[in-house]
């Protein structure tokens, strides 16, 4: 299937799509008022639009998991509606399923567009996230070198969104000449007017980052074409800006912007109907959505595997101090020399040396795609990428890897994609910084999403085979480590606990020294430290055992139940206390029924200072000494 291969439409090609598109706004009064809710307004704006891009795009009903499509993004994901009308008329999937099922548990056409429904590439609904994924899956398809075109479908009122620019900027840096946008400009959204809620200069903005820019009569088919065929062969990023009219083809709801989010009563449903010259045949599909089901099996997307050679682990010897971000920066430049033709990238933030991606930058400069102080646009570019064949790492500092991009990250998580997340300077173990740097909620911030894994990495030696762990594991993945050099974690013998022998299993507790009554429960930068303390302790007759806790969000129960049932416990973290590492272990004892005899929570209950790292352990109470104090007074 060609893509935008006529020079113009031919007469009775506008014809089809004007009679198209006529049925499609049925379909939307149709699955809005039997719904009670959704957006019928916008989605009546953007329907002459979807239905070109959709018809002559390179995508259709057979290739919907070919490799090779053309991929469509929607970024204004309210307007499901719109998109599920063309999709099924389209023959997608079957149009009465939707306009019955639309916005019911029982059915895949859900409120909001959905990852996995053919024809839909990216779960919206967060307007101005969607020109991010764009670029991901455009940036993806030059580094997998594959010829096929990205559309970007937006409304106007997100154009005011600061992650537009950002995702704006980035494609004409790397002049991304396989992206087109098309904005529904009806200059309406929820509460007014576009123009005056928040005024934006869309032509002018696009053209100063670097945009070509093209206007049109938004419901003229043949303008569409001719403007979007123009858009895509002109080797440039390319914006079409579509001038609609919100409710456009029922003369009652033209221009009025109370019908963005508010469906026809069935009054009004019946006039839109006659006007529409189509059937007024709601009492089918209430008969077909009462027999829906309480719930449905959520589609699932079909992604390219990429197979990876881990390469030969490092394991750095005893007496070594090396910080983990250093060995997690090796490890990723390692996996790219590893697998040479697989397309393996990282995503930076003008953090390239702080975050140990200037290893991979020294040896293969163009694995590194540099997105500057735009850390949201960051985060959907990775995401998008990691579902377009393309293994991607994601490194900056936690506070912005995984607190300022949270919500990114979470339609990451909705959309399922196969990202590897390095957070460096976790904990207060970035000291000097202070409290506006000091990430110590990442383990509860990444607990509220349902499919993340998490590694809270002890020393270099098991962060090199985390990394190596998480590129060859389907799904989403931190990795959080600190700025602190650290000493290599020892086994009881003196050779390195994490070494040649150690291989890395997501959940896995270690058991790194084994003691009698009390339970040191820990993991990332105060492994060692708690090794230290409880090797001391032993010289004095005293045993303690030290559990290392890696996957916090995940640690195998059965380990935890040997170690802590009838023990006094001590979680010592470098985290929040509320919603780290106690916080989990406390649940997991509920839910399980450990019962040890008392849990001390040895954490971070405050914002911390500013000042050197030891120092400032003590200013916080975490020091090896209070750790100590914690043990005497259970023993």
Known sequence: MGRFEATLLKEEEVKELQELARICRGDILKMTTLAKSGHPGGSMSSVDMYLVVWKYANISPKNVNDPNRDRIVVSHGHTAPGVYAVLGRLGFFDIDEVIAGFRH???IFEGHITRGIPGVEWTTGNLGQGLSAGVGMALAAKFTKRDYHVFVMMSDAEQAKGQVAEARRTAAKYGLDNITVVIDYND???SGKASEIMPVNIREEYKAAGWEVKEVDGHNHAELYTAIKAAVEDGKPTVVIAKTTIGKGVSFMEDEVKYHGVPLKREEYGKAMDELGLEKDLSKYEELRSKLPVSHERPIPQDESIEINTGEPRTYKP??????RSAAGQAIADLVRANPDKPIYAIDCDLLGSVRLNILAKENPDRVVEIGVQE???ATIAGAMSVSGVLVFFADFGVFGVDETYNQHRLNDINHTNLKVLITHAGTDVGEDGKTHHCVDYVGVLA????WHLIVPGDPNQTDRAIRYAATHKG????????SKLEVVLSEHGTPF?????IFEYGKVDVVRRGETVTILTYGQLLYR????ADELRFQGKKVTVLNVSCPLHPDVETLRTWTHGKHVIVYEDHNVNTGLYNVFTKLCVENGIRPINVIPLGVKDYALSGEVNILMKSTGISEEDLKKAIESVE
């Open 105 to 107: 548990p029982g059915s």
């Open 188 to 190: 309406a959204q929820i």
């Open 319 to 324: 007496g070594t101090k090396i910080d983990n």
């Open 376 to 378: 949201h646009n960051a």
């Open 448 to 451: 509220n999403l349902f499919h």
């Open 476 to 483: 989403n993945f931190t990795v959080a480590v600190g700025r």
């Open 498 to 502: 994490f070494g040649n022998d150690y």
């Open 530 to 533: 708690a090794v230290k303390v």
